[in-house]
DNA sequence: CTGTTAGCGCATTCAC
DNA sequence: GTGAATGCGCTAACAG
């Protein structure tokens, strides 16, 4: 592997300084046809690639944005990573996906690395942080998204799912439906979207003036595994329920084996709804009930949100909230 | 937003020259212990952090890798990312996340922002390009990992999945129960993967001196509504086959739904098999009979072996080849 | 339209 | 143990 081709490279073998390179990289139109031509026949032949590092470093930007996730394998996340790489990509920037693992620690960690990587602006999706200890991790930051998540500053702006009414309306419809005895599978005590969820199941029940025991509601882990031990936990001490409206679609299948193992029949026995509509739930037996979250569309949002801060223009963007939708199917 | 500190800051603060501050970031020894402790607690006080980009240019060495997805939606991708991600957070590298959307276009296109983005390395998945287009945008790249795909060059290894092997067992195990008229829905005619899952079937039926029809095999897109639509193109045709082989779960999936609208019970009137094993496999009805990929030790096992290569301690390691498992369930 | 000077923030020689 | 000089590859501000 010889040396790289550098700027000055090109310089030398077009003939020209090495400002004038830098002006046909860098599009400026103050460069003569003919030079610029010749430069870029250099430029090809060479196969020289400018470093973004060291343009990095001259200009205090460096084209690179993070995207942190508790975990990438979740299809909701791969879904937002999705609409937000490809909104980056057509701006021409990359981005760093980081997986946070629902770890506090490791979150704060990752956020430092990203400073060091002198990222120009980071997305961040489902942070545990407390309120305080997250204004500080991102405080190094000129520029962040938070997904799911507010917080008072001037340089962050939020994407949010409005959860609150999405799980009205689920509760409301299950109530129309003739369910009466409706438990929640809650997800983690520290998900700002569980709490967000749980108030909805609560106002709507209030609404319809149906009071309901707390212990219909467990947390359980946002996961397939999480949702089937804390459905059987519930179901086997309240045998009683009609309805189970879960955290989210993961949960929601994790629930549908309880079921099964339980001899239940879904929506017989009991109608299970979930929340995000991720591409699974149209495909179990029976297919889910949910809330329809878009997911691809609001990392696209928040990618646009974030470059919209970034650059400037629209720095009077607000907040984008996406208010879900009501995706009825066989399981309620 | 006031100016970022530097470490001239911290060196002025600690009344040392610039060189200390660096030998005690780069955990040098070389530095006493009074002196440490000092420009220790200077940084912490400033709330200095060190410039990775400043260090890149200085060392040629940025700690930023490369992963090349065709989508990362797609949950053999995103399990693989999670693995990949992994191993590189425990070593202190960042990862750029790159969707290539099955364009070649846009694979070169990554590959050369990736070139500029001076990544120590990178891991490209299911590459779409020729061989020597490949090796073409590969060759600015120091250290390379393919995932399915082997080319010819000394600094580019290979982590594969053995599809035929996998395929063959797939086959012979569809043949051992009776099936005798068995279709492929062999995915994107481009594709690596595709071509060895092919070879496989072919391969089996012929152990079994059973000679089908090549218009038994027809291509697909890799995803749920490629299957369906393909499954329901070769159906209308030809009826009377007893078995279905899918490039991958997703096509399976996608077949499923075409059984279910052209009433055909699976598995009694037809089997459907799958390829990979992804999450939703097990979660469908009936649960597909696949073939087992262990997608998140694979993209540790090839992040791995491209550490192995930047670091240049093994770089003799081999290519690593993982071996499919059958994994038997209802849908056959 | 083009070139010169200066620095971005850090690590790598060498000296002391 | 510590420091001074030099350069990584590029752009910004000014001259011409």
Redesign the interface.
């Known amino acids: 592997?010889s040396k790289r081709v550098t700027m000055a490279d090109v310089a030398r073998e077009a003939d020209v300084s090495l400002m004038t390179v830098s002006r046909v990289i860098n599009q400026a139109d103050s460069v003569s046809d003919g030079t610029r031509q010749r430069i870029l026949d250099v430029i090809d032949t060479l196969?020289y690639?400018?470093?973004?590092?060291?343009r990095?470093?001259a200009t205090q930007r460096?084209?690179?944005l993070g995207?942190v996730v508790p975990?990438?394998?979740n299809?909701f996340f791969?879904?937002v990573?999705?609409g937000a790489?490809?909104i980056a990509?057509t701006e021409?920037y990359?981005?760093?996906?980081?997986?946070s693992e629902e770890d506090t620690a490791?979150e704060v960690d990752?956020l430092?690395?990203?400073?060091?990587?002198?990222v120009d602006g980071l997305i961040l999706c489902s942070s545990r942080l407390e309120d305080d200890d997250l204004a500080q991790a991102l405080s190094?930051h000129?520029f962040a998204v938070l997904f799911n998540r507010r917080i008072d500053s001037d340089s962050i702006r939020s994407t949010m799912v409005d959860d609150e009414s999405g799980a009205i309306k689920l509760t409301r419809y299950l109530l129309s439906s003739g369910r009466r005895r409706i438990g929640m599978l809650a997800g983690p005590p520290a998900s700002h979207s569980g709490h967000q969820r749980l108030r909805g199941y609560r106002a709507a029940l209030a609404a319809a003036d149906l009071t309901l025991s707390d212990d219909l509601v467990i947390p359980c882990t946002p996961s397939?595994t999480g949702g089937m031990s804390a459905a059987s936990d519930l179901l086997s001490v309240h045998s009683q329920l009609d309805a189970l409206i879960c955290y989210n679609d993961l949960v929601a299948?994790g629930a549908l084996?309880a079921c099964a193992e339980l001899e239940l029949s879904v929506p017989e026995d009991i109608a299970i709804a979930g929340f995000d509509d991720i591409?699974?739930s149209g495909?179990?037996?029976p297919p889910l009930t949910t809330c329809s979250v878009p997911l691809?569309t609001m990392g696209e949002a928040a990618m646009r949100l974030l470059l919209n801060q970034i650059s400037g223009c629209n720095s009077t963007d607000l907040d984008t909230v996406f208010y879900p939708e009501l995706v009825v199917r066989a399981s309620t």
Chains 1, 2 share one sequence.
């Open positions: 592997m196969g690639r400018p470093s973004g590092i060291a990095g470093l460096t084209g690179t995207l975990d990438i394998a299809p791969s879904g990573a999705r790489e490809q990509y021409g990359n981005v760093f996906l980081c997986n490791r990752i430092q690395s990203l400073e060091e990587k002198r190094a000129a397939v299948v084996q591409p699974i495909l179990v037996t691809q």
